[in-house]
Nanobody, 128 residues
Framework: QVQLEESGGGLVQAGGSLRLSCVASGRTSSSYSMGWFRQAPGKAREFVAV????????YYADSVKGRFTISRDNAKNTVYLQMNSLKPEDTAVYYC?????????????????????WGQGTQVTVSS
């Protein structure tokens, strides 16, 4: 079993930055694909970014491309999401997710069902 715990959320003005962290504990593995999702009030949970276990390739939602950067430190069992140039529409609860294998199809990285483990989420609020 793997536990994921996010931190780093908060209130920030538009144009500001935040860095989210997700620490994994339990039966962790550097082979896991690690992703970030977010859910705004009244909306479905949506894909934000993922870093693939094999090769470390990164993929982003179009809405955050060029502003957000995902990275991982396997020695610390931690995944980060650096968020720059934040916009009010980035306001959401951000969730860390872990997939136990590399994706077989590109579309899998955006599918919630690909991910086995989920954190409890951290609130990000961007004021205008």
């Amino acid at each position: 079993q793997v536990q994921l715990e996010e931190s780093g959320g908060g209130l920030v003005q538009a144009g500001g930055s935040l860095r989210l962290s997700c620490v994994a504990s339990g039966r962790t593995s550097s082979s896991y694909s690690m992703g970030w999702f977010r859910q705004a009030p009244g909306k479905a949970r949506e894909f934000v970014a993922v870093i693939i276990s094999s090769g470390g390739s990164e993929y982003y939602a179009d809405s955050v491309k060029g502003r957000f950067t995902i990275s991982r430190d396997n020695a610390k069992n931690t995944v980060y999401l650096q968020m720059n140039s934040l916009k009010p529409e980035d306001t959401a609860v951000y969730y860390c997710a872990g997939g136990v294998r590399p994706p077989r199809l590109g579309s899998e990285i955006r599918d919630l069902n690909f991910y086995t483990y989920w954190g409890q989420g951290t609130q990000v609020t961007v004021s205008s």
